[in-house]
């Protein structure tokens, strides 16, 4: 049997399900995801809803629907302090206190933003027709009983961490676990000192590397500030630069379907981006956001500084983050104990101890997992922002991000909750053409990244098709010699059993059209995520190992080097127990891959450990741009495609 992936039993269960099914794609998907759905129920009891290893969104258990109100002159909660950043702090611990008579295993604590949770009507009345007392979801909970002898007291104490979301806070006590909530006390309100202050800023590298841009939250219009960024040289360069930032924000009737129409809403603010343009290559520039209020004064954000980006074919140290699916995970402990995103703060918190040694982060997808709980977005933005506040942070769009049925994406699934992609397109900058369609290319000194948006069709012949081949066809492989491809979902290859499930190594039609592509530009590495584990394949061509090399690749370039990066932080998925032959390192732990290209002719490649931000897999490629350059394969002649 050749190497590589034509496995009998593999053919024989893509043959059955259909993929050339005459309804189209679509419903073809609709099929291959429903058998593979009923196998992987049968083969895999742990697995959920339409995607590899996930767990439920917290915030999606509470059964706000069906919540009652029954306030207890026993019962009491209190918080303090009552003023939250009174030196400008945008991230506080406070403490909660609360008790009643009856204490029960299953009562909870909800924090609730804005604190007034009760008034005004539910948006959906046919859905919720008794008018509930909630229509909204908390931001946050955690069990009653996490405070030590609660049950025995009838009284706990509990530390919250608060972000500055915009409003205030209430906190309440509720019984009858998260299935039929009573709801028997609720703290008066607290609040940041200025709820709409400049938070959580966002770098992301411009449509060319002079120029950064920087996306940030607050709470004020343009109608009641004007939103700008003063930046300038650290070393010489003058008087500091004020930039205006243009705003945007979207309505409830944005979003697509529940929950983010209905309890998951949550008035997102105002998402501001300025642009830095013409920068010097490598010069270091510092930055505050502010807004100017009609009397002249400023509201100040923090101070920041980046280094700019290297021109194109640059030779200097350039250093790289990739990963995928990282979500986020509260520090106190709530929603679950952070059981959500079990990897999450790890990852978080390896790249802000190394924040030193890399350059520039892609997050390819997968990036919050707000399901449609919108404040869940304030918490992500505030988990990755001392990364994002100093190094451009890219992000793809993912499952999580852009599907619901009927809304123009590629995917027929409710992985979003609603958002359709309204919230990743609005929070986050990145510098495509048209920000409804996740495709663009950045280029780093020596690299070219060409991100690809795998919840839109990028078969021959559609738009994205042809960005692809674009971005891959227009590099001068002299100067930037690394060459990469990322999308969220694996259209590439990977060995986990969720894809096995469906007889495949990809998803459905992934590299169909696009492994030609990949091997005519000699695409050095091919990143995906979606698959929560990571997996490195040897360099490729139709599916063969070109070399039996497995660390330190040299001479012709002729085949693609292809990564699972999904480990950032959601649960973790399996592999198949039969390893392919093209599957040279599996790692089913959190991580994160880092490149460092040295120069033009050596790169170097590690696969790092969320837990403890160790080296766990490696390669170097050393070679000369003619060995790129030389005839292999269909670069030079039209070649049959082998079977
Ligand atoms: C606390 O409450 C939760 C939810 O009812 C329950 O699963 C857990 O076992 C309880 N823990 C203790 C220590 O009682
Ligand atoms: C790839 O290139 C190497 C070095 O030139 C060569 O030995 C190998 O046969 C090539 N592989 C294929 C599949 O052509
Ligand atoms: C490129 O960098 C590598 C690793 O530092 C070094 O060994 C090599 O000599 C450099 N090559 C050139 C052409 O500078
Ligand atoms: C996070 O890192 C700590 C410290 O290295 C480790 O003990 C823990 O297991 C890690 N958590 C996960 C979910 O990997
Ligand atoms: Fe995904």
Same mark, same amino acid.
């Given at each position: 049997?050749?190497?590589?992936?034509?496995?009998?039993? &593999?053919?024989?269960?893509?043959?059955?399900?259909?993929?050339?099914?005459?309804?189209?794609?679509?419903?073809?998907?609709?099929?291959?995801?429903?058998?593979?759905?009923?196998?992987?129920?049968?083969?895999?009891?742990?697995?959920?809803?339409?995607?590899?290893?996930?767990?439920?969104?917290?915030?999606?258990?509470?059964?706000?629907?069906?919540?009652?109100?029954?306030?207890?002159?026993?019962?009491?909660?209190?918080?303090?302090?009552?003023?939250?950043?009174?030196?400008?702090?945008?991230?506080?611990?406070?403490?909660?206190?609360?008790?009643?008579?009856?204490?029960?295993? !299953?009562?909870?604590?909800?924090?609730?933003?804005?604190?007034?949770?009760?008034?005004?009507?539910?948006?959906?009345?046919?859905?919720?027709?008794?008018?509930?007392?909630?229509?909204?979801?908390?931001?946050?909970?955690?069990?009653?009983?996490?405070?030590?002898?609660?049950?025995?007291?009838?009284?706990?104490?509990?530390?919250f961490?608060?972000?500055?979301?915009?409003?205030?806070?209430?906190?309440?006590?509720?019984?009858?676990?998260?299935?039929?909530?009573?709801?028997?006390?609720?703290?008066?309100?607290?609040?940041f000192?200025?709820?709409?202050?400049?938070?959580?800023?966002?770098?992301?590298?411009?449509k060319?590397?002079?120029?950064?841009?920087?996306?940030?939250?607050?709470?004020?219009d343009?109608?009641?500030?004007?939103?700008?960024?003063?930046?300038?040289?650290?070393?010489?360069?003058?008087?500091?630069?004020?930039?205006?930032?243009?705003?945007?924000t979207?309505?409830?009737?944005?979003?697509?379907?529940?929950?983010?129409?209905?309890?998951?809403?949550?008035?997102?603010?105002?998402?501001?981006?300025?642009?830095?343009?013409?920068?010097?290559?490598?010069?270091?520039?510092?930055?505050?956001?502010?807004?100017?209020?009609? !009397?002249?004064?400023?509201?100040?954000?923090?101070?920041?500084?980046?280094?700019?980006?290297?021109?194109p074919?640059?030779?200097?140290?350039?250093?790289?983050?990739?990963?995928?699916?990282?979500?986020?995970?509260?520090?106190?402990?709530?929603?679950e104990?952070?059981?959500?995103?079990p990897?999450?703060?790890?990852?978080?918190?390896?790249?802000?101890?190394?924040?030193d040694?890399?350059?520039?982060?892609?997050?390819?997808?997968?990036?919050?997992?707000?399901?449609?709980?919108?404040?869940?977005?304030?918490?992500?933005?505030?988990?990755?922002?001392?990364?994002?506040?100093?190094?451009?942070?890219?992000?793809?769009?993912g499952?999580?991000?852009?599907?619901?049925?009927?809304?123009?994406?590629?995917?027929?699934?409710?992985?979003?909750?609603?958002?359709?992609?309204?919230?990743?397109?609005?929070?986050?900058?990145?510098?495509?053409?048209?920000?409804?369609?996740?495709?663009?290319?950045?280029?780093?000194?020596?690299?070219?990244?060409?991100?690809?948006?795998?919840?839109?069709?990028?078969?021959?012949?559609?738009?994205?098709?042809?960005?692809?081949?674009?971005?891959?066809?227009?590099?001068?492989?002299?100067?930037?010699?690394?060459?990469?491809?990322?999308?969220?979902?694996?259209?590439g290859?990977?060995?986990?059993?969720?894809?096995?499930?469906?007889?495949?190594?990809?998803?459905?039609?992934?590299?169909?059209?696009?492994?030609?592509?990949?091997?005519?530009?000699?695409?050095?590495?091919?990143?995906?995520?979606?698959?929560?584990?990571?997996?490195?394949?040897?360099?490729?061509?139709?599916?063969?190992?070109?070399?039996?090399?497995?660390?330190?690749?040299?001479?012709?370039?002729?085949?693609?080097?292809?990564?699972?990066?999904?480990?950032?932080?959601?649960?973790?998925?399996?592999?198949?127990t039969?390893?392919?032959?093209?599957?040279? &390192?599996?790692?089913?732990?959190?991580?994160?891959?880092?490149?460092?290209?040295?120069?033009?002719?050596?790169?170097? &490649?590690?696969?790092?450990?969320?837990?403890?931000?160790?080296?766990?897999?490696?390669?170097?490629?050393?070679?000369?741009?003619?060995?790129?350059?030389?005839?292999?394969?269909?670069?030079?002649?039209?070649?049959?495609?082998?079977t």
């Amino acid at each position: 049997m050749a190497i590589g992936e034509s496995h009998p039993a &593999f053919e024989e269960a893509v043959a059955g399900t259909g993929e050339r099914h005459p309804m189209g794609r679509r419903g073809a998907a609709a099929v291959v995801l429903a058998a593979a759905l009923v196998a992987a129920a049968l083969a895999l009891p742990a697995a959920a809803t339409g995607s590899p290893a996930e767990g439920l969104q917290p915030l999606s258990k509470i059964a706000l629907h069906k919540a009652t109100v029954d306030l207890h002159d026993s019962a009491y909660v209190r918080a303090t302090p009552a003023l939250l950043g009174e030196q400008g702090e945008d991230t506080e611990w406070v403490t909660v206190k609360y008790g009643w008579a009856t204490p029960s295993v !299953d009562d909870w604590i909800a924090v609730f933003s804005p604190a007034d949770f009760i008034s005004g009507t539910c948006p959906n009345p046919s859905r919720y027709p008794d008018e509930p007392l909630l229509c909204t979801a908390p931001i946050k909970y955690q069990y009653a009983n996490y405070s030590a002898n609660y049950m025995y007291w009838g009284k706990g104490s509990i530390r919250f961490q608060l972000i500055n979301q915009r409003y205030d806070f209430s906190f309440a006590l509720f019984t009858g676990g998260l299935e039929k909530p009573k709801l028997v006390a609720v703290s008066t309100p607290i609040s940041f000192k200025n709820p709409k202050s400049p938070v959580y800023p966002r770098l992301a590298q411009g449509k060319s590397y002079e120029e950064m841009t920087v996306t940030w939250t607050s709470g004020y219009d343009i109608s009641e500030a004007y939103p700008f960024v003063e930046w300038g040289m650290v070393v010489g360069g003058g008087a500091p630069t004020r930039t205006a930032a243009g705003t945007l924000t979207f309505s409830r009737g944005s979003m697509c379907g529940e929950p983010a129409r209905t309890v998951g809403w949550r008035e997102p603010g105002f998402i501001h981006t300025a642009f830095m343009r013409d920068l010097w290559p490598n010069k270091e520039y510092y930055y505050k956001i502010g807004h100017e209020l009609s !009397d002249g004064s400023v509201v100040w954000g923090k101070a920041y500084s980046f280094r700019a980006p290297p021109s194109p074919g640059q030779n200097s140290l350039q250093r790289i983050i990739v990963f995928g699916d990282m979500g986020k995970a509260e520090r106190d402990g709530s929603n679950e104990f952070a059981n959500y995103q079990p990897g999450s703060l790890n990852t978080t918190d390896r790249l802000i101890e190394d924040l030193d040694n890399y350059d520039i982060v892609f997050h390819i997808g997968d990036m919050a997992y707000a399901n449609g709980y919108i404040s869940q977005w304030d918490q992500f933005t505030a988990q990755v922002a001392p990364i994002s506040a100093k190094k451009p942070y890219m992000i793809a769009s993912g499952n999580h991000e852009r599907d619901w049925p009927n809304s123009g994406g590629f995917f027929d699934v409710e992985d979003s909750g609603g958002e359709c992609g309204v919230l990743a397109e609005t929070m986050y900058y990145y510098p495509a053409e048209n920000r409804a369609n996740f495709w663009y290319k950045v280029d780093y000194g020596m690299f070219r990244f060409c991100v690809a948006d795998s919840e839109h069709d990028w078969r021959e012949g559609t738009e994205q098709y042809k960005f692809i081949e674009q971005c891959l066809s227009t590099v001068d492989r002299k100067h930037q010699p690394w060459l990469v491809f990322a999308a969220h979902r694996v259209l590439g290859y990977s060995s986990d059993s969720w894809y096995a499930a469906q007889g495949t190594f990809e998803e459905p039609e992934g590299r169909e059209s696009l492994q030609k592509l990949w091997q005519k530009y000699r695409v050095d590495i091919a990143f995906f995520g979606h698959v929560h584990n990571y997996e490195r394949t040897c360099p490729l061509y139709q599916s063969q190992c070109v070399t039996g090399e497995r660390s330190r690749y040299s001479g012709t370039m002729n085949g693609t080097i292809f990564v699972v990066a999904g480990g950032g932080g959601s649960h973790l998925s399996s592999y198949t127990t039969a390893i392919p032959k093209w599957s040279i &390192f599996r790692d089913h732990d959190y991580g994160f891959v880092k490149l460092t290209a040295f120069n033009q002719s050596s790169l170097l &490649f590690e696969y790092k450990k969320s837990s403890d931000g160790r080296v766990y897999d490696s390669f170097t490629v050393d070679r000369d741009y003619r060995d790129v350059l030389s005839c292999v394969h269909d670069s030079c002649f039209p070649t049959t495609l082998a079977t």
